[in-house]
């Protein structure tokens, strides 16, 4: 049975096949066209892959899940970390057709909960490393809510459960059953706003043109030899062009488990790195390190990508300076819309813009808040759509009815300028929303969560600025009590929410400002913060 979204118009879908961007082939196919060669496909430590084996490996997994009970139109849960085994899995799933959600690793039982609930997985697959994993018990209590949750695979289990052993159990008959190309192939995660993480339904059709194109801007090759340092599950690494841009090029992905330079310049010097992709708090890191003499031989680098939050000006201009290589600029979103700054591009572009859309397809206005169309060089809300950017989050039509337009754009929420030769800059966000050095924090999310503390009346949270992670956030707490920055802290861990979710800084205070329409005045929120930061 097929997944249920929000399909593109007829009309629409008809002129993106017409214009080749929809082939009409499976995302597996990334895999497919290489399946005979034996250049190196992936590097994990001291576990290497050429082609033939990965897809050998993918497919023996593919026969391991079948053979469990999944077929076409189930669903997955998947949290793992920047190892082979989420490639694996995931090429795996799309054999089968069944569509998995990819957690972060940095994911805790708040996130794990509300993703679970929203697609009722028949299967989860995390790694007994993760905190949530070391024992049965969240496993147990999943499978309580959710009776479809018949089947688990854990990495580093050593039992029957155990997904290496799965992936080497003997290929018995041929693997069949990938969903249609203009059907679901999985799930991507929103940095949205709101309270409940929402899910992004990604067709084979959408994703794989996206890939395609990025590959195809960004100079993707057999000779590429690729670090991904940063979440790999994360939508900017898999696509951007990402490891599935490499698998598709031909190239070699070379797995790190964060971006540190301690663990990602030897890599670079010992593998031979061309190419990496970096947020802007990476980046701070490895000028800094390189300031402080910290040696390395990073001459085979020759491009870094630079994405997930706004990287200023200054810092642009470092790059090819210090670090020595080019730089590119990308500014994207799980729901779609990519843009990049090209490889022949000025200096100047490179340095001051986030780039410009990669399809001729893709509808980019620039609106006020009534949705008029601003000309260009004017401040406003970005609103889009395109072959690749979604029409609907899964099973949110509430939320879509206020983040789509009539004739079908997506709102972002980022507020850009557009300039005269069509190059984007960022200059911030109208949605309640934090970017903490990448990870997109839903303001409403935390604050629901705050609420539940016996000592908590009322809760906002705000971002603030900071020099390494561009945004971090303030808690500004009335209650009953005084409250300490730790004690909240180790509230909302023991509520199981993601590390990177929990308040930098708290304040207290007797009330609220309320804006003249009685909402809280976050406005003046970030502003009492920052007349505080400037005051230390």
């Not at 990604?202 to 890939?211: A, E, G, K, L």
């Not at 947020?279 to 001459?299: E, F, I, K, T, Y």
């Not at 945004?471 to 990177?500: D, M, N, Q, T, W």
Request: aromatic share 8%; hydrophobic share 40%.
């Amino acid at each position: 049975m097929a997944i249920e979204f929000n399909h593109w118009p007829e009309d629409l879908a008809r002129h993106y096949r017409a214009r080749g961007y929809w082939v009409d082939l499976p995302l597996g196919d990334i895999l497919d066209r290489h399946q005979h060669s034996d250049a190196v496909a992936l590097i994990d430590g001291e576990r290497q892959y050429r082609y033939r084996e990965l897809h050998q490996a993918v497919n023996r997994l593919a026969g391991a899940f079948q053979r469990r009970g999944l077929t076409t139109g189930d669903t997955a849960l998947v949290q793992l970390g920047n190892n082979a085994e989420l490639c694996i899995t995931l090429f795996a799933l799309l054999r089968i057709g069944v569509a998995p959600v990819n957690a972060l690793f940095s994911h805790q039982r708040t996130e794990l909960d509300a993703y679970a609930g929203q697609i009722e997985p028949v299967l989860l697959v995390a790694d007994r490393q993760h905190a949530l994993f070391r024992d049965d018990h969240y496993i147990t209590a999943l499978q309580s809510r959710l009776p479809g949750l018949a089947t688990v695979a854990l990495l580093n289990d050593g039992g029957e459960r155990d997904l290496s052993g799965w992936i080497d159990e003997p290929q018995q008959t041929p693997v069949n059953g990938a969903s249609q190309p203009g059907e679901v192939a999985f799930f991507q995660l929103s940095g949205g706003s709101t309270g409940t993480p929402k899910l992004i339904p990604r067709t084979h059709n959408d994703y794989y043109y996206s890939i395609r194109r990025s590959v195809e801007i960004c100079g993707f090759n057999a000779a590429t030899r690729f670090l991904c340092a940063i979440p790999a599950a994360h939508n900017y690494a898999m696509s951007s062009p990402g490891w599935l841009g490499v698998f598709y090029g031909g190239g070699t992905l070379v797995l790190a488990a964060d971006p540190s330079p301690t663990r990602c310049f030897p890599i670079i010097e010992q593998q031979q790195i061309t190419h990496t992709a970096l947020v802007p708090p990476a980046v701070s890191l490895w000028l800094q390190a390189l300031r402080d003499g910290v040696q390395a031989n990073l001459s085979t680098l020759t491009l870094l990508q630079v994405g997930g939050a706004r990287l200023s000006e200054a810092l642009a201009r470092r790059i090819p300076a210090e670090i020595g290589c080019q730089l590119q600029q990308v500014f994207g979103m799980a729901e779609g819309l990519v843009n990049y700054t090209r490889l022949d591009d000025s200096d100047e572009v490179i340095f001051t813009t986030q780039g410009r859309p990669m399809c001729p397809d893709d509808e980019v206005r620039v609106v006020d808040e009534d949705g008029n169309i601003l000309p260009p060089g004017t401040e406003g809300r970005l609103m889009t759509r395109g072959p690749y950017t979604f029409r609907g989050y899964y099973r949110s039509p509430e939320h879509n009815a206020r983040a789509f337009d009539r004739e079908g754009f997506y709102g972002s929420g980022d507020l850009i300028v557009v300039g005269e030769d069509g190059n984007i800059r960022v200059v911030g966000r109208e949605k309640d929303q934090i970017n903490r050095g990448g990870e997109k924090i839903a303001a409403e999310e935390v604050e629901n969560l705050l609420l539940r503390h016996e000592a908590i009346l009322h809760a906002a949270l705000v971002s603030m600025e900071d020099e390494l992670m561009g945004e971090k956030s303030c808690a500004f707490i009335v209650g009953h009590r005084p409250l300490r920055a730790v004690e909240i802290r180790r509230y909302l861990r023991e509520l199981g929410v993601a590390e990177f979710k929990l308040p930098d800084r708290v304040e207290m205070v007797p009330d609220l400002p309320l804006t003249a329409v009685g909402k809280v005045d976050k406005k003046r929120l970030r502003q009492i913060i920052a007349d505080h930061q400037l005051a230390r």
